[in-house]
């Protein structure tokens, strides 16, 4: 099946520093990704979509100028996380879905970012 | 949007049939209905999917009633390894908003 990669699976990061994660579809192309942020033993919370080669569209609640989002090519969107804080700290995770698709999604395995 | 509602948490036995419902009673003409398994610290995997009636793959079953304003997984013969937490999503493609799933402990 369809594999959705990202990188880094863990990151560690001083207060103040960003981070970016990548998302890859590795065999198919995905003109709309999605992001999510799940805390300890809650669900998946969608951040935002990511539509190649337009503006991601966030949710409310999400601040676009902390979490930046990039969907440059229909395999790559990157989510970078600015100027990270503690409470930022959280498991990230993307998802695609095949251009051809009637509505599954792929997931990636999710990146932990730690933040001191 | 259509909200979804399912039990928290549930416990079964291995080889005992897991049911779990999913109520989406505002459930729209377009929407798909989803079944998505995680494990700690993993992305969410895709189980079924379905529009109605029923559906059944090599894991699991789907029922679906005529009015759609539910779903029911079937999980048949459970083991430990199936201890985790499932998700039951209903939208159309530009919508994949989690609910709060259902946490299933397997014990032996």
């Known amino acids: 099946g369809a594999v959705v990669s990202q990188h880094p699976s863990r990151v560690i990061c001083k207060s103040g520093t960003s981070v970016k994660i990548e998302c890859r579809s590795l065999d198919f192309q995905a003109t709309t990704m999605f992001w999510y942020r799940q805390f300890p033993k809650q669900s998946l919370m969608l951040m935002a979509t990511?539509?190649?080669?337009?503006?991601?569209?966030?949710e409310q609640g999400v601040e676009k100028d902390k979490f930046l989002i990039n969907h440059a090519s229909l395999t790559l969107s990157t989510l970078t996380v600015t100027s990270a804080h503690p409470e930022d700290s959280s498991f990230y995770i993307c998802?695609?879905?095949?251009?051809?698709?009637?509505?599954?999604?792929?997931f990636g395995e999710g990146s932990r970012l730690t933040v001191l | 949007l259509a909200k979804t509602t399912q039990p928290i948490s549930m416990d079964s036995y291995e080889g005992q049939e897991v049911n779990i419902t999913c109520s989406h009673n505002?459930?729209?003409?377009?929407?798909?209905i989803t079944w998505y398994q995680q494990f700690p610290s993993q992305g969410p995997r895709f189980i079924i999917q379905g529009y109605k009636t029923k559906v059944t793959n090599e894991v699991a079953s789907l029922f679906i009633p005529a009015d759609r304003k539910s779903s029911t997984l079937s999980l048949p013969r459970v083991s430990l390894s199936d201890t985790a937490v499932y998700y039951c999503l209903v939208g159309d493609t530009d919508d994949m908003r989690f609910g709060a799933g259902t946490r299933l402990t397997v014990k032996p």
């Open positions: 998802s695609a879905r095949d251009q051809g698709d009637t509505g599954e999604l792929f």
């Open positions: 990511s539509n190649e080669g337009s503006k991601a569209t966030y």
């Open positions: 505002n459930i729209a003409t377009n929407d798909y």
